[in-house]
Nanobody, 115 residues
């Protein structure tokens, strides 16, 4: 089973992008879905997560600008990113975690915000 992330690209500051991440096969017992990002020279950080009970969590830097959502029937997680800033530039990774604490990572999608 692989996670396929898509939707990244080049956007001007203030613009929007929507990332998607879907599992290529069935993953039983998915609990949390999340998005992480890693900028050059920095550690990977949590951007947003959503549990199977639709409880969401956001990094302070993206609160009010990004929205995470999920479609359980499609095993897909989305990240709507609005009001993008230069500092949002990074490779974005999705992660699924099962109720048995097994993690699945996507391959990453590049988001570049230009001035």
């Amino acid at each position: 089973v692989q996670l396929q992330a898509s939707g990244g690209g080049l956007v001007q500051a203030g613009g929007s992008l929507r990332l998607s991440c879907a599992a290529s096969g069935s993953i039983f017992g998915i609990n949390a879905m999340g998005w992480y990002r890693q900028a050059p020279g920095k550690q990977r950080e949590l951007v947003a997560s959503i549990t199977s009970a639709d409880i969401t969590n956001y990094a302070n830097s993206v609160k009010g600008r990004f929205t995470i959502s999920r479609d359980n029937a499609k095993n897909t997680v989305y990240l709507q990113m609005n009001s993008l800033k230069l500092e949002d530039t990074a490779v974005y990774y999705c992660k699924f975690t099962t109720h048995w604490y097994r993690d699945y990572w996507g391959q990453g999608t590049q988001v570049t915000v230009s001035s």
